[in-house]
Each structure stands twice: as structure tokens, then as C-alpha cells.
């Protein structure tokens, strides 16, 4: 008989911020039963998916061993860890267990990709059990920045492991339960913890996290010190600093109207999952107008400078009937991550030229993060004393620090990237295989894989822009007419003066007609003949080398 | 007779960090004679300028008054205030005035345009003057993070201005001249300045700037511990902080290796123009990996992750024979540029899956910037006492903020952004006029205008792929074969399960073979009708818009 082993196998999260999936398996050797932990997307930028509108794990691992997925946990409903669920649990079909705000937000993209929801059950915290073959899985609330995020405890007959989920040790987080240190040590009392596999994303920060209640004191001053409209934005799915605004609001007499979807969705959510009872009554868009601006504060989406979402729009001009007017104050109490610098500060300058004043973190009083800082992490290891350490969720940086920070403490600790299987069955991690790992977009309404093509050949649009060729060949392998050139995002005149394409045509035109009916009975070296002279021609009137489309149309002969 | 006016432009640089441009005038309205002072260029992004080589302002309005320029006045030798005067030069032919160091780099950049260097001055500064027109100018050193940094004090017979230049107070520079509030304070005692034209990027950094001077003993330091290889990069115009690093170098029995063209372009420049007289003998890289990891120390162009300077590709592997293996030393020795983030962080990324430890700029050891802080900037007012205050150099928020600084220090200020022309003869600077003012992107060798659509065609290609299609259609307006569809960019499989090519080409013939003549006779209506099916096709098969090209071939009636 084969021994039965422990594995850890991430697809997504290790290696990056975002698009966290984990695996977990137990059984003999390529016969593991498995669990998947998270179901996260990421974000596409210009620069590597332009026209892209999602990005999430490529789970053809799990797929071609669908038949040994015993569950699907998800932690939390941000994005990053829930966003792919509707995009992909058709492919995996296992039960999917969260808690209940989760669930809500879980639900929904169940529903709009068209699913039935009956495979996702709501489970309550630890002491509940969910029995997934051979694992046993806890959900243990811990603080975040969104309401019940959970680490989740996965027993193994080779051992317990907790699994951390995103976090910070908060002990006063206002919405969702405190960071709670005598529930965690009793985990490892009741039993040693194996390995944890821990939260990564800011293990460079070298001061202990703040609380989210710091917040109160500082946004509340702010508020009823503004004289004109106030708005505000942050992570709609970050209910605790919503509510912080809301009864900062309140406190400064004024109403508040939600602008974005998502910030409408989440909030109903917290409502509808018991997570918000006390938010305060809000005003719908067309109400708002009429409110004076001195006792209205719009809390709206788009802090990281999404083009279409409401701070953007705000930020061109009148948005669902609301405009921004000098002195109003509009504050970012969130953080621009890495890769978003851009677009934030277009809007910010977009505020600065209505003569909007614009209050960000930077001064650290409107703004904390969710996820536990150096020293929290050390506090973390030293209180749940586990015999390995397996960083997860950060980039290559993060998790190499996070392994160092575990061997200064004396703690057994191995990066594993996306695609990397560790076995943990003995008393340190060993790598056990490498698989193929990588990314699928979601494109239009269609998933493709990143190493395609598809996307590759955007961005060579994009850089080079695109030349396209139409030659007509007679039935006697002689050019019928003159070649027809179109351009597409090239400089439409080129250094002679003359235009790009018609300077393209002489040059094929001529080449063409006197040719050899050889090669115009040859479509390959045709092709590679117009492409030559058509990046010839373009690097010398216009320095660029475009991509090139060409289309023989031939006569067929009677 | 008209009265004479003083008026100021800026044409780039005033609402952005990058592409200085700025224009002064003096005589009666519309008869001002000009002056100009830098010359810079910004650098394209993927997000708003796929496949663009430089950006720089639109100088049409210059040109248009070409024979009113008495003169060009060089600052500095940065790229942001010099980048562009090989490409414009030619459309204004005014004689260029810069001190020595920034005259041996503009020299470099006409020569690579294929320009005569006979317009190009060398100046002392003050207390020599140059005469251009009514304008009589002298350059005063100030210090900055590149060596003969210069202010600008701009005598006309309507008052003197100061043009400050980029630039930070720093009693220690290193290499350059050290601020010297008391010439800077004469200037103002030998003639009060009307006008202060201030830099104004870092008006949000609350604390006084730090000298270049506190770096050398941390920076000592630490490549004094280090164990492997050491690779510091840092901007190649940064003189100073090169001799840090070199004699940080020499100081740990290092051997010292430049890598990376503007590197070398620099160093070279800085000797030649005697600003740099004691840096250390360096090696080759071909004689570099010969010498002992631990006694060697590369000094590398690519401190904002570009994809070919040296940093970026050691980070992908061998490079000039050398290459990193762990525990190497990376030191950047530099600040990440807003929008240069996700570069700067891939290369750090990969340089941690090496092994390499990387130290940057966060612990505040590393690096300090050569911009004025708030502090700094308040002191700087306070000492030249101006009359007004015209902030520049900087995003429209700076701006915005410097005025306020300076209207809380009773200084009459006013933002001018580019386009917006002040008239500053009175006591107060009033808006004169607008100017369209714009951007020009060389493209390859080709300068196109921002708003020519070229590169808004590329960004669409980048984001909704491309269709192209060919219909053939004979003497008599009738279809002549199939409709053909080549894509690019898109995925090639739609929901269907079919090539969506071939979807899209059946459904063309199909209803081709069997419309109307009039239509087909009809290039306006057959386009509009072959667009409006790929587009439907599309939308149906992968829910995306692609851009389509049309080609219509018709076979000439004999």
C-alpha cells in the first residue's frame, strides 16, 4: 500500500497580490483528495492584458482531476478571492462552503454566471465542522477589511494546518469580529499546528498595524470641519470603514447617498447577512440634489481611479445629476495599490483643476490596512508556534522576506509559487513537483489562456501598429491591378511627404508586376515578399516596423 | 504707441512632471519678443502612448513666431528640460545658451539629429549675461540631483524674474555647487524680483529636504557589509550620487564597473566638463567577470525598470557576461517614478527569485530627492521676498498647493497651466490669453500630433482586437467568391465552438451572395453593412467590439 501524503499546491496568490487559489490534498501519491481554498481574480492592466477583463487562475490541474475535489472554501468575498467563482466552479463542480456574507456575495456571482447556487452552503464559524474526505475544515473569524474573514483550520490525518486567509490582529475592527489571540492559541493547544500557511502581502511594513477604530477620531473632525459637499471613497467591499464614514457623516448632520454599484451591492449585503445594523438611512441620487451641499457627503466607488466608476465620473464633470463645486472636499481613505498611481492621480488632478481639496492617507489618519504588518506577522508565528511556515498571497519579495522573517524565529518555512507542490507529511516542507501553472482571461464573454497569443498580439498592435495588404492574383498567376494598402494606427505620412500607404503600393505595385509568375503562384514566399517590402518601406519612411496582415485574393480559373 | 508687456507661457511642464517648456515675452501685444527656457521631453506609457518613442510639447505657437525667439536657455541637463531639443531645434533656430555640463549633453543631442552645433553656447554663470533682445539673463547655480543646475534671473525693462529651474537647498551637494542663500538673497537686494517661476513637484513633502552629503556613511556602510557581488543603480545623471556609490566602492576594496550606454554617456560628460575630477578608474565588463564577486561593484542605468537598460536585464539573466546569483547585493539607489511602479517592482520580483537581496530607498538611507520640500519652498519664498509667485513644474495639484503656500505667505500667485499665457506687468499676474497647446509624440522617426488619432487607433486595436475583411465583387456588383475575415487580437474560437473567423465569413457571404446589387454597387452601404455583421457576430460569439477594416475589391468592367 502506498503511503498517503499532505500536499499544498497554489495556483494562484503566490508569486503576486491577487488571484489567490489554493490547493490542499491528502491521500497516496497522485491519488489525493482535494480541497480548494479561494477562487480569486485579478485585475488586467494596459501594459501586459489590455482589453481584458479579468484574470484568474488556470485550473486545468483541477479540472482533469475534478472527480477528486471534495469542497471549495472561500475565506472572504473580496474580489481577489471569490471574483472567479462564477467563472469557474462549472469546471470544477464541488460543494462550496463559506460563511454567511460571504455566501451573499458568493451567491451573486453564482447567479449572474447563470448557475444554480444549490452546490454553495453557508456555514457558521468553528465549532462547526465541514467534513470534506479526509480534511476537516474550521472557519475561525479573524479581522480584515471586509466583515467575517476567515482563517480556516484544515485537520489532516497527517496533522492540523491553518491556512491563514487575508488578515490583520485587530482587537477593534467596528464592524466584524475582534482579532482574537486566546481563541488562536487554544487552536494550537488543542492541536499543534503543523504548518501554517500565512498571509504574506505586508511583511515589509515595519511598524505593528493600527485599528481600524483609530480612524474614527481623525475622518470624523475632517467631516464637520468641511464647509462644502464632502465625498469620500473606498473599497466598497471595506463595510467597517463605510460605517466609520456614515456616522462621521451623521455626527456632521449630513445625509449620505451611496453612488456605484458595487458600493449599493456590498451594503445591501451587510444588511441582508446581519453584518451592518446600525448603518444610517441613505439618500438615492435624485434626492441628493436637492439636499444642500453643506449637509450631503456622497460615498462613492472608484478609489483606485477606475475610469468608469463614480470618482472617476465625478472627476469629468456632473454624475447622476451631482457636480463638484470649489472648496468641497473629497477624501481617499484607501490606498492606491502598486500599478493604480496613474489613474488616481489623473483624478486627483481632475479635482485639483475644479479647486476640489483633496485629502488622501498619506498623512496615516484617513486610512489602514487590512493585513497584518512585520511585527503582527512575528506576533502570529510566535502565538500558534507552528512547525512550518509556508508564506502565501504576496509577490516573489513578500514571500521570500516572509520565509526569512520564519527562520529568524526557528521555524521550518519554504516558498512555493504558483505551481510549485510542497509535501508537507514529514517535519519540513519538500518541494514534490512542479505543474503547469498560469492565467486565464476572461476576454469579452470568452476564457482564453494568457500564452495564446491573443493577448500578445494586442499589445504588438498596440506598440507597432498594423499594416494590411490586399493583392489580387488572376487565373495566370499575374497581379490584377494595383496592391490596396490600409493602415491602422501608423503616422499616415511618412518622411517624403507622401502618404505611408500609397508610397507601400507604388513600391508592391511595381515589385508585383514585374515579378516571376512563380512567386505569385506561391502564396508562402508571396507573403514573406509583401511583408519585407512593406516593413522596408516603413522603416524608412516612418521608422517603425508594423505588424502586417496580407490577403491573396485569386481568380480561380474557369 | 502700444505699451509694453511682460508675458510668461508655459507650453509644457505646468500641469505634468516632465517635457519643461516655458515661454517669456516682453513688448507690445502680439509683437513680444520671446525667449525660451528648456526644452523637455516625458516618456509614453502603454496606457495613453503604445508604441511612442518620446513625448514633448507642442511648439506650433513658437513656430509660428519663429523669428521673434531672440534665444533657447538650457537649465539643466536633464531629459525632462533638454530631451527634446534635437527634435525641435530645427523648427525654431534660435541660439542655444546652457553652462558647460549641459552643454556637452544638448551638443550630444543635436549631434544625434544630424544638426549643426554652431547655435550652441556655453555660458558662465552670473556674473555673465547673456543679451537676448530686451532680455538680459544670467545663470545662477543652484543645487539639483545633476550637476550646473541652474536658476535663471531674467532682467527686462519691466522687472526681473526668477526662473528657478529644478532645484532642492543642499549646503552639501557633493559634486555641483552647494546652495547659497546669500548670493540668492543679493540677487533680490540688487533688484527686487518681480516674478518668482518656482518648481514645484515636491510641495507636499512636509519635512526640509535631506543632503545629498547624509548618504555617503549609510551608503559606505552597507556596501561595506556586503558579502557578494554589489550592483547599485541610480538615475546616470546623478553625478554626484555616482561618486557616492564609486567611492563607497572604493572605500569596501571594490573594483568598479559601469554598464548601461547613459551610464557611461554620463560619467564621460561629467569628466569632460571637469565636474567630476576624482571618480575612481573603472573596468570593462569584459575584464569584470574576471575579478572576484566580492571585490566588484556594477553601476547600472535602470533604476526605473526599464525593459532594456542593464538593471532589467540582469534581472532576466546573463547580461555582458555578468550574472547574479544569491545573496548578491542590489541597491537602488533611487525613488520609483508615479506610473513606474509595476516595471520597477517585476525586476525586484525577479531579482528575488534569484536570490539577490535587493535594498531600496524605503528605510530613507538610500536616497534623497533633488526637488525643494515644502519647507524648503516656504524658506526659498521667504528669501527672495518675489512679488508674485508662479508655481510650475508640477501636476495641476502641486500647483494648485504652491499657490496656496504661497498666498498664505501674502504673495499674489497664480497658476498658470500649459496654454495659459500670464501677463505679468502689473502687480499681479492676470490671465491674457489661452493657447492651444499640445503634445507631439515622435513616433519612430516621425512626429505626429497627440490628438492626429494614430495612437487613440492603437489604443483601440489594443483593447478590441481586429477584423479585417475582404469582399470581391465583379462587373456586374455581384459578390465574386467568399467573404474573407483574417482577425488579430482576438480569440479565434467563439462560443459556438466554430473559428469565429469562419462564423463571421458565412454569415457575410451568406447574406452578400444574396443582397441587393444597389447595395453592393454601394462602397458607403456595403461597408456599413459588412461592419455592422462582423460586429453583431462578434458580440453573439465572444462579447467583444473589435475594430474592423474593410477592403472592397472590384473587378474593373472590361
Known amino acids: 500500500m502506498t503511503a498517503n501524503r499532505l500536499i499544498y499546491l497554489p495556483l494562484g496568490g503566490a508569486g503576486e497580490v491577487g488571484m489567490n487559489c489554493y490547493v490542499y490534498g491528502y491521500g497516496p501519491e497522485d491519488r489525493e483528495r482535494l480541497i480548494v481554498v479561494d477562487l480569486g481574480v485579478t485585475f488586467p492592466d494596459m501594459d501586459t492584458t ?37 467563472h469557474l466552479w462549472s469546471r470544477l463542480k464541488a460543494p462550496v462552503y463559506a460563511r454567511r456574507f460571504t455566501a451573499t456575495i458568493a451567491r451573486l456571482k453564482m447567479e449572474e454566471a447563470g448557475l444554480s447556487t444549490r452546490a454553495l452552503h453557508s456555514v457558521l464559524p468553528r465549532p462547526e465542522v465541514v467534513e ?17 474573514c476567515s482563517s480556516l483550520i484544515i485537520d489532516t490525518p497527517a496533522g492540523r494546518l491553518l491556512h491563514s486567509g487575508d488578515f490583520k490582529l485587530d ?5 466584524g469580529e475582534p482579532w482574537d489571540p486566546d481563541a488562536f492559541a487554544a487552536l494550537a493547544e488543542e492541536r499543534p499546528i503543523k504548518a501554517l500557511v500565512c498571509d504574506s502581502t505586508n511583511v515589509f511594513s515595519p511598524h505593528p498595524g493600527r485599528s481600524e477604530a483609530t480612524l474614527r477620531a481623525p475622518i470624523t473632525e475632517l467631516i464637520k470641519g468641511a464647509q462644502g459637499m464632502v465625498v469620500a471613497t473606498t473599497f466598497a467591499s471595506n463595510i467597517a470603514r463605510l460605517q466609520t464614514l456614515a456616522e462621521a457623516a451623521r455626527a456632521a448632520g449630513r445625509s449620505i447617498c451611496l453612488m456605484g454599484r458595487a458600493m449599493k451591492r456590498m451594503v445591501t449585503a451587510a444588511v441582508e447577512s446581519g453584518v451592518l445594523t446600525d448603518f444610517p438611512a441613505t439618500v438615492p441620487p435624485e434626492q441628493a440634489v436637492d439636499i444642500p451641499r453643506q449637509n450631503l457627503m456622497l460615498l462613492v466607488t472608484g478609489s483606485q481611479g477606475e475610469r468608469r466608476a463614480a470618482t472617476a465620473q465625478l472627476s469629468r464633470g456632473k454624475y447622476l445629476g451631482m457636480e463638484l ?11 492606491t495599490i502598486p500599478g493604480n498611481e496613474r489613474d488616481v492621480l489623473r483624478v486627483v488632478n481632475a479635482l485639483s483643476e475644479m479647486g476640489v481639496d483633496v485629502v488622501d492617507e498619506s498623512g496615516g489618519l484617513y486610512h489602514v490596512s487590512g493585513h497584518a504588518n512585520r511585527p503582527d506577522l512575528q506576533a502570529f508565528h510566535a502565538l500558534l508556534s507552528p512547525q512550518m511556515l509556508i508564506p502565501m498571497h504576496g509577490e516573489h519579495r513578500h514571500l521570500r522576506e516572509h520565509v526569512k522573517l520564519a527562520e529568524a524565529a526557528g521555524i521550518a518555512a519554504e516558498i512555493a509559487t504558483n505551481g510549485m507542490m510542497l509535501d508537507l507529511t514529514g517535519d519540513t516542507p519538500e518541494v514534490a513537483e512542479y505543474i503547469e501553472a498560469g492565467r486565464r482571461y476572461l476576454d469579452g464573454s470568452v476564457l482564453i489562456g494568457a500564452s495564446d497569443g491573443v493577448v500578445r498580439d494586442r499589445i504588438r498592435l498596440a506598440l507597432n501598429g498594423h499594416a494590411m495588404v490586399t493583392v489580387l492574383i488572376d487565373e495566370n498567376d499575374e497581379l490584377l491591378g494595383d496592391a490596396w494598402v490600409e493602415l491602422a494606427g501608423l503616422p499616415p505620412v511618412g518622411k517624403g511627404g507622401k502618404p505611408l500607404s500609397e508610397t507601400m503600393e507604388a513600391e508592391l505595385t511595381d515589385l508585383l508586376s514585374r515579378a ?4 505569385l503562384a506561391d502564396d508562402g514566399k508571396l507573403d514573406d515578399t509583401i511583408k519585407r517590402v512593406v516593413r522596408q518601406v516603413s522603416v524608412e519612411e516612418i521608422g517603425k516596423k508594423p505588424e502586417v496582415t496580407i490577403v491573396i485574393s485569386r481568380l480561380a480559373a474557369e
Open 325 to 335: 463645486k470649489p472648496r468641497d472636499l473629497f477624501l481617499f481613505s484607501s490606498r
Open 516 to 519: 516571376n509568375p512563380r512567386l
Open 132 to 148: 470534506a474526505g479526509p480534511f476537516r475544515v474550521q472557519f475561525v473569524p479573524i479581522s480584515h477589511s471586509i466583515p467575517e
Open 171 to 175: 482587537p477593534s475592527p467596528l464592524v
Open 50 to 86: 489590455p482589453g481584458v477583463d479579468l484574470i484568474m487562475a488556470d485550473t486545468t490541474w483541477l479540472e482533469e482531476r475534478r472527480d477528486r475535489i471534495e469542497a471549495i472554501f472561500i475565506t472572504h468575498a473580496h474580489e481577489d478571492h471569490v471574483g472567479a467563482l462564477g
